[in-house]
């Protein structure tokens, strides 16, 4: 069974950086795609960013793209979401993922996600 456990949230004025961490444990030698979901009250989950445990190859959408940078530390085991330049709309409860496999050269959907973090609220206020 894999565990993620995200790290990182927080408050912080428009403009200002964080780095939300998500630790990885129970996968084995199992590979994934990797990913970070956001979610707002009434909306659904959504994807922003991915990164192929095979290739290292990221993904983005655009809203996050050229602010958010997803990387991988100590063998794959911590993901890393660095967020900078943030808005007021980036406020979210932001969520690790796992989808068994490669990612689809794309961020996956949130369908396909095989494990979910429990969340780190993160608020971003002018």
Do not use: H
Not at 17 to 31: I, N, P, Q, T
Not at 57 to 82: C, P
Not at 102 to 108: A, E, W
Request: charged residues 20%; proline residues 2%.
């Amino acid at each position: 069974q894999v565990r993620l456990q995200e790290s990182g949230g927080g408050s912080v004025k428009t403009g200002g950086s964080l780095r939300l961490s998500c630790v990885a444990s129970g996968g084995g030698d199992s590979r994934f795609c990797m990913a970070w979901f956001r979610q707002v009250p009434g909306k659904e989950r959504e994807g922003i960013a991915a990164i192929d445990d095979y290739t290292s190859s990221a993904y983005y959408i655009d809203a996050v793209k050229g602010r958010f940078t997803i990387s991988q530390e100590n063998a794959k085991s911590t993901l890393y979401l660095q967020m900078n330049s943030l808005k007021e709309e980036d406020t979210a409860v932001y969520f690790c993922a796992a989808d068994y496999g490669r990612c689809p050269d794309n961020i996956p959907s949130r369908v396909a996600v095989n494990y979910w973090g429990q969340g780190t609220q993160v608020t971003v206020s002018s």
